[in-house]
């Protein structure tokens, strides 16, 4: 709409005479002079996308993602959607904190740099652990930055990282990239009705393993009871404990520290984000032992000029823009905003917000797999284990008739064995509990 | 002004358990036994308006786009449209990444359509959008050009190119990848030295990584010929796309040579920053390495649906490197990619880079100090001569502006690297040219007392670093 | 969440122990020991409305505000819904503007104060008068109180106020209850195919009346064409010449001052609103003769301490904190918020946008009057006049019939005539126009 | 600091008309004859990011309720809860008042229900919803009074009585219905004199307009008696709702013996204040003054839909005033009325008063300046005693607090009227009490001088009012 200027970027500010004026300043006839490109790679061609108002804009991708259907979500495994106070948005909106670059001139910088350090803090509490950094992408890149931080940390000639065989696909796969351009080996080792098979673990390990990985809860919404004992067998090895958790499972389950976890790691933004297809934001604590081997950023405490206290980051020299081939890691642009996010998110919630959260995800699970087991042709949960947010069903019926059965009543759940789904109750009300229950049982009989 | 930690407005602990009550703390009962949960979580209990007012507090603590102009060279920092947000912030826009295909037709249908705005930008014949961030594509690319090259039995390809001036990412994204890296020096005119990249290359040459523009905003004018002479070798060429925004609508990676890219979406489609993240860092490549993209990928099939709509599915690359994320990547942000390109077009993309590159141009002309590269595109690496670049920086700060990059790339000395982008207004210009040359011409004791006009004073780095305190916790024991 | 707080206002934050040391301060058992209220009149009962969560009460809104039908609405006489730009929204909604007070410490608010007066500066321009307020609540109350400021500083012992026959019945009752308190008397003037009878008027006009008010566009989308003429009647009758307009059509009509208006009233919030059932913001500018006696809000502009250029609400004298029963307005909160969102949404649009909005007004109405007209059985514009962004339709069939039928094809207009709906193409799409026309057609055929 | 205005950055003239363009000015065809248009539009023609910058800054010069405390007497500032706008910015809520009764649904019942919320809340019968501020709420009450005696044959009640301390608006509602008004001086403890007051009702008496608590946060604990005064000389009670926020679940003023009241809903039901606007002051009734209210109220019919649910529809009352807005008021605040009232529910608005209260007792405990007045509920006056209450207040906007209401009620010299609210914690009710009795120890140099810390200093109100420059072009004009 900016009449006197030219037409291009809408958020180009130039006017024909600004353009004018500057193309005389610079000694120029035109833009085009300015481009220092042979012509023979020159570009002539068109990229065919058409130019839209925001107005038209906007009802174009609102018109794409109309395309989804709206379901019911009973779907965890390792992604969560709880209810977004009104709070977080509002605030993390503001585009100070939305349009700024990461911290290098930290004297302009304070208020991010604090929100950051109040998140590693947060952190800190939840796992024991001495340090947190300020993200890593995701739950999966995290665990990968954890094998290479034991590769690099652990004076053994080994190579062997064990994780669990009912790990998801998708983080062994991310893994399998991370320790890709090492030596490191990625191996499974046993699970027992939905846990760590400890006899199994303990079978498999020998000096040659630097890492342990073990999750809880696990994929399958089971919580894990031997934590403490997988720690000492870790020990034991002298390899790395690495536990994969999240905010509100460790609100209540065991302290990571208390375990003897090296590392823990883990999607952060169950609080914070809604679903986003999967976004996340990779939790990443570990012992001060390892200070100065941590990947991504970390914020500190210094004084300033005038001796008051500030925030900055701090140990840049493990960074790739110092330390370039032997920085800790290759991660530059992080997830510092969501972390926001979920520092407010916890903050709206305080201790006892999520400390009920988690007791909730214990309760409103296990009181589902209950009234689901009521069901003739329904058992529930076919885990014999305490559970958090979500269980396995076994249904007579194919598993993947059933969830389409569902997915036609508006409900989707997972699918994740012949004759068996996977319910996760977080951030659904009870009252679509209670249809999805109804559902269910029209499905099977 | 000082906001006190949310620690220090309040602490307190929540006991876990059956109702053995601590001093002060609350507790409840638990649903699980004790040797499953923790003993207590103490953090901070506030309430809404107390949090409103500690945030709203912090955000006026930090400097961001709206505050004024943010010209870090390489960093590319521009204006970010504020109805991405509306759209990312759909309620159709949330839904679960382990949804049914069929389902969830509106996201796949998005992320098929931005596959494909990339690709034609970028002149590249498949594009994968996973990569969280542009160091996470840069990882993506060597590890599928590692993939290719074992493929074809190539296996023994260990090093990987790249200049000396390039960003550090490069040589971190390569190093992680197995990778030894081989740094490239600069001819004196700022480019890639032809000769000294015939002697790097070899039959264990990887990838030559690279920018184009380059940092200091130099075309690489020879690059049909660089990229003959590493295909020659049998290597491939890697495309730094952090520098695209010179170039849009002028000059397509894949035209010059370029086999792989990654896409830096916050540098070159506006997508905002967030102080750090998230972004995202797609990857395009040319057919050849196509089959080696992390899956899922997304296509449309063959026959529409019943009600005419083309239908799409995720499919996995025939010799996929796998995932380099759990789900599908920085989704948010690519919705909010996908919307700046759809708004602005072909003419705005292409004047977009006209008049970052004009900008830049016309900043470099009213400043002060010396330039020794050129001719440059949307960047200029400036220097401070005498002075001491990041005291410039430090100074500038106090003129109400954010400083350039400093003290790299090192070929120029105290290097003021800058880059206004397209969306400052000459007046904003010579705002920012006017502070430029205003600490020109302050003495060294000025610029290191400064900045004086900050929420905080000049900030001691290195006790930060001697003593590092990384939490609340710590703070609290150091005192 | 707060779970050491009492329950209660989730707002207030009072931990149990906060309470118990702030009762002890106050000498006080328990807080209803504070209130000093005798029995007999102390309510004990309830008033049973249950408490919700954030959550429970987005849905419940979201819940009962989904009973509205979506319709492409067609209408418009007084009350039109813009495309709102995005930045509009993001802008308005920092908390800092949302949540100030009145600037009466103009210290510590300079920033609101300024955007108020650049929204007067906008009145300015687009009327041509020196003097424009900072809100009154809508076009209608606008012109009630433009009638008391007539009343105030006309010398006559005239009592008439003149309104068009066509003039919306809210705008003629509210400007009624608004001159209930004086000597005025509302009373009706003939329009002539859809504009003003000037023949009519200036029989009607005699040395009693006060005030002649007009409208361009008026309801029927027509545009006045002899305001300068209405003008010279009111200026000889020495009655004010009031105009109601609105800031789209004053970017491209006649300018007020130059057709010898006296006030210019109005709804500003065509720009800066979207329809929100009618919610409005009262324009009102006026000569700066009358300075001393306008009502409302006036910001100005001052020195500080340092002599540095400062805003500030200036002429309070006028105003009823400090004037009481002799102020020129009971007016207090006003809509100044609103203001500030149309101040933005004209800077976001410039004046080239803002014209171009108003030439579309004109040939978007004229086009689609015409494809209208093409339908057998319908006749459109039914007023020989130039059109603004709506006009009236003749149809064959009872209005009321079509317009209903058209409801269920997703399209609502207006029934201004047993056989006379009529139409409004502002904010709707160029596609949505074309799908009208072909509703219509299938409703009449 | 200072920030341009629009007009200094950017001034653009568009020439309307078929092609004559003038020096510099813009210029396109127009599709109306010269005649009907003007010649030109001079504004600001800014980009977007220009515009965000400009306005972020403006944000960043005010003071707002989540910057810090506000303890505005008889103002109450508090804190607007975020999740409001988020339901009123809903697409639903976006609705042409012209729509039919069957498809806004939707809005229909949200009003009906939010007219029922307040009439329990209030004790009252029937309410209207379109007043679009308290004063028009209090200017409708009047009208609504003059109609009933009007209706009543008794239309020559001509005066309202008004206690020397209400609100400002009081006495202008009551003289822009038509009334004379009647000022009634306090008794010494600061309550209605019952003597004067006797003294001034009469046959000529149409209402009497009593706060509860009155500005003096004093509850009239003679209100039965009042009421009976008023209700025998055959005139009405009105209610000003600006502070009921003290008594929610404690008293209700159809209980009292109140005909008619408004309702200040940013005041009681925290919509945001917006810097001026807007507002919503519904009016509440006994039965009797149901006929007369504002047209048209919603009502629930008799019959459901065919779905089961109700269906409701607008009515004109019987002796109907008409209307006192061209549609149905502030829609928006209206909705964010009702989605606080509905998160609150009887026990959370019960405690907001409560805490409000108690916020009140408990910091006229903490400062150093005389209160002569009490027991207080929600607010307090104090008086600054030998200093200027405003000067008093400058200085404590140094103190980076929000000053109370100032110089009244005039009942207390140099008054200080103070109401914090429910939503402050004792942390920050005792950090603003820090401020008022740092400020109390201080000189009036210093009181005069001040403030020293805030964006702008003193702002010189005379010279403000002596040469009024109300817009740029007046500014421009100036210089």
């Known amino acids: 709409m900016h009449g006197s200027h030219t037409s291009g970027s809408p958020y180009a500010p130039h006017t024909a005479e600004d353009r004018t004026a500057m193309l005389e300043a610079v000694d120029a006839e035109t833009v085009e002079d300015l481009f220092d490109i042979p012509d023979d790679i020159r570009f002539d061609g068109q990229f065919d996308i058409d130019a839209r108002t925001e107005r038209e804009t906007r009802r174009l991708v609102r018109s794409v993602l109309g395309r989804n259907d709206d379901r019911t979500e009973l779907l965890g495994r390792g992604h969560y959607g709880y209810y977004i106070p009104s709070l977080v948005d509002h605030l993390a909106d503001r585009s100070e904190f939305l349009t700024s670059y990461t911290q290098y001139q930290p004297e302009i910088s304070q208020g991010f740099l604090q929100a950051l350090f109040e998140y590693q803090s947060l952190l800190v509490e939840l796992t024991g652990l001495e340090i947190a950094n300020c993200s890593i992408y995701d739950a999966a890149t995290a665990l990968g930055e954890a094998a290479t931080l034991a590769d690099r940390v652990r004076d053994t000639t080994g190579h062997r990282v064990l994780v669990p065989e009912l790990l998801r696909e998708e983080r062994k796969s991310t893994l399998a990239n991370y320790v890709a351009g090492t030596d490191l080996a990625v191996e499974e080792y046993p699970v027992d009705d939905g846990n760590v098979d400890l006899a199994g673990l303990e079978e498999t390990v020998d000096e040659e393993v630097v890492m342990i990985y073990a999750e809880t809860p696990t994929v399958r919404g089971t919580i894990e009871e031997r934590l403490g004992a997988i720690g000492d067998l870790a020990a034991d090895a002298d390899a790395f404990f690495v536990l994969g958790s999240d905010p509100i499972a460790l609100s209540l389950l065991e302290r990571p520290a208390d375990v003897g976890a090296d590392v823990v790691v883990g999607d952060a933004s169950v609080l914070g984000l809604p679903t986003s297809y999967g976004m996340g934001l990779g939790l990443f604590a570990t012992s001060e032992d390892y200070l100065r081997q941590v990947p991504g950023r970390l914020v500190g405490v210094s004084e300033d000029a005038t001796d008051r206290r500030a925030f900055t980051l701090t140990l840049q020299t493990r960074e790739q823009h110092i330390r370039r081939e032997r920085a800790t890691s290759n991660i530059c642009t992080n997830q510092a905003w969501v972390a926001l996010r979920t520092a407010i998110h916890a903050a709206v919630l305080g201790p006892s917000g999520m400390v009920e959260l988690a007791k909730r995800a214990v309760t409103r699970a296990e009181d589902l797999a209950e009234r689901v087991d009521d069901i003739v042709g329904v058992q529930a949960p076919v885990h014999d284990r305490r559970h958090f947010r979500e269980f396995v069903a076994r249904v007579d019926q194919p598993a993947s008739a059933v969830a389409d059965d569902l997915e036609q009543l508006g409900f989707a759940v997972h699918v994740v064995g012949n004759h068996e789904i996977q319910v996760c109750v977080t951030g659904v009300p009870d009252v679509q509990l209670d249809r999805f229950v109804a559902a269910l049982e029209g499905v099977i009989r | ?479």
């Open chain 2, 1 to 479: 002004e000082y906001e006190p930690l949310l620690s220090e407005k309040d602490l307190t602990r929540v006991d876990i358990g059956d109702g053995d009550n601590g001093d002060g703390g609350e507790s409840t009962d638990s649903p699980l036994p004790d040797d499953l949960t923790r003993d207590s979580l103490e953090l901070p209990e506030l309430s809404e308006p107390e949090l409103a007012r500690h945030y709203t507090r912090l955000s006026q603590m930090i400097y961001g786009i709206d505050s004024g102009p943010y010209p870090l060279g390489s960093c590319t920092m521009k204006y970010n449209p504020k109805f991405t947000e509306d759209v990312a912030a759909l309620p159709s826009a949330a839904v679960h990444p382990d949804r049914s295909e069929a389902s969830v037709q509106g996201t796949l249908e998005l992320l098929y359509r931005l596959q494909d705005y990339l690709g034609r930008i970028g002149g590249m014949d498949a594009v994968t959008l996973q990569p969280p961030a542009g160091a996470a594509g840069e990882f993506v690319g060597i590890r599928v050009a590692a993939a290719y090259h074992e493929h074809n039995g190539e296996g023994h390809r260990n090093e990987v190119i790249v200049p000396e001036s390039a960003h550090g990412t490069n040589f971190a994204s390569a190093a992680l990848g197995g990778y030894d890296v081989v740094s490239l020096p600069s001819d004196d005119e700022g480019r890639v030295d032809l000769e000294a990249l015939e002697a790097a290359l070899s039959e264990n040459t990887a990838a030559l990584m690279l920018t184009n523009p380059n940092t200091l905003g130099l075309f690489e004018r020879d690059i049909a010929e660089i990229a003959e002479m590493v295909h020659d070798v049998g290597g491939l060429l890697y495309y730094d796309g952090a520098n695209l925004n010179a170039l849009l609508g002028r000059a397509r990676p894949g035209d010059m040579g370029f086999d792989v890219m990654h896409y830096n979406v916050h540098k070159t489609f506006a997508t905002p920053h967030g102080g750090g993240g998230p972004g995202a860092g797609p990857v395009g490549v040319v057919d050849e390495l196509a089959p080696f993209l992390p899956s899922p990928r997304v296509r449309k099939r063959d026959a529409n649906s019943k009600t005419g709509k083309p239908v799409y599915e995720r499919f996995e690359p025939e010799h996929t490197i796998g995932k380099v994320h759990g789900f599908d990547g920085n989704w948010l942000v690519l919705v909010k990619t996908f919307a700046y390109i759809a708004r602005l077009g072909d003419e705005g993309l292409a004047d977009a880079s006209a008049s970052a590159v004009l900008n830049a141009n016309y900043l470099a002309e009213q400043i002060d100090y010396e330039i020794p590269y050129g001719p440059f595109h949307h960047e200029f690496v400036a220097s401070a001569g005498e002075q001491d670049a990041a005291d410039v920086a430090k100074r500038m700060l106090d003129y109400g502006v954010h400083p350039p990059t400093t003290k790299w790339p090192e070929i120029v000395p105290e290097a003021l690297m800058t880059e206004p982008t397209e969306i400052e207004s000459k007046d904003t210009l010579d705002r920012l040219a006017a502070a430029f040359n205003a600490v020109a011409d302050e003495d060294a004791d000025t610029l290191e007392a400064a900045p004086e006009r900050t929420t905080a004073r000049r900030i001691d780095q290195t006790s930060a670093a001697r003593n590092p305190r990384l939490s609340w916790q710590a703070l609290a024991d150091d005192s």
